[in-house]
């Protein structure tokens, strides 16, 4: 069975940093993409970061490009996102996402963990 | 960017009867669109992807339709486990993946 489980999370300072793990098990996680996708405190989904099987390609949401660096480890079956220089509006749950394989859509999710900027 | 839209805001329905959702993309994202449902509390859980692909698991009651910029998600007999959010998402031009603001599905 498919478990992602997300970790890393909790309140912090604005302009200060955090990261996040995703740990991957019951698939082999060397063969999927994986995605960071955001969610503010009653509102939408936001598509945060992706990042190929090897780490060759990596993209990022405007909103985030510059502060967060999107990672991935294969031999530990872990995914991580730094988050840099964070702002109120940045407070979410963070969810990794696994890419589907044939599509670009999002088959496994974890159940996300919790980021909240405040002074 | 691709905006997605999605209407109605909020659909009430008695259960049993029949759900239609509603997504439309800004501009043409061919048949590269996925639904996913949101309860409380929980993560999204992908429904269908490719337009009309149900995902592993998901009760053929809910199906996909629709290319383009319209497409339909019908739930043909509203079970108590499906009310919740429905969110469509497209990536057919990414970066970046873009999601529907959502339509809550409630009880009438």
């Known amino acids: 069975e498919v478990h992602l489980v997300e970790s890393g999370g909790g309140l912090v300072q604005p302009g200060g940093s955090l990261r996040l793990s995703c740990a991957a098990s019951g698939f082999t996680f060397s063969s999927y993409s994986m995605n960071w996708v955001r969610q503010a405190p009653g509102k939408g989904l936001e598509w945060v970061s992706y990042?190929?099987?090897?780490?060759?390609?990596?993209y990022y949401a405007d909103s985030v490009k510059g502060r967060f660096t999107i990672s991935r480890d294969n031999a530990k079956n872990s995914l991580y996102l730094q988050i840099n220089s964070l702002r109120a509006e940045d407070t979410a749950v963070y969810y990794c996402?696994?890419?589907?394989?044939?599509?670009?859509?999002?088959?496994?999710w974890g159940q996300g963990t919790l980021v909240t900027v405040s002074s | 960017e691709i905006v997605m839209t999605q209407s109605p805001a909020t659909l009430s329905v008695s259960p049993g009867e029949r759900a239609t959702l509603s997504c439309r993309a800004s501009q043409s994202v061919s048949s590269n669109l996925a639904w996913y449902q949101q309860k409380p509390g929980q993560a999204p859980r992908l429904l269908i992807y490719?337009?009309?692909t149900r995902a592993t698991g998901i009760p053929a009651r809910f199906s996909g339709s629709g290319s383009g910029t319209e497409f339909t998600l019908t739930i043909s007999s509203l079970q108590s486990e499906d009310f919740a959010v429905y969110y469509c998402q497209q990536y057919n031009n990414w970066p970046p993946v873009t999601f529907g603001p959502g339509t809550k599905v409630d009880i009438k």
């Open positions: 990042i190929s099987i090897f780490s060759s390609t990596i």
């Open positions: 996402a696994r890419g589907e394989y044939s599509s670009g859509s999002f088959d496994y």
């Open positions: 490719d337009a009309s």
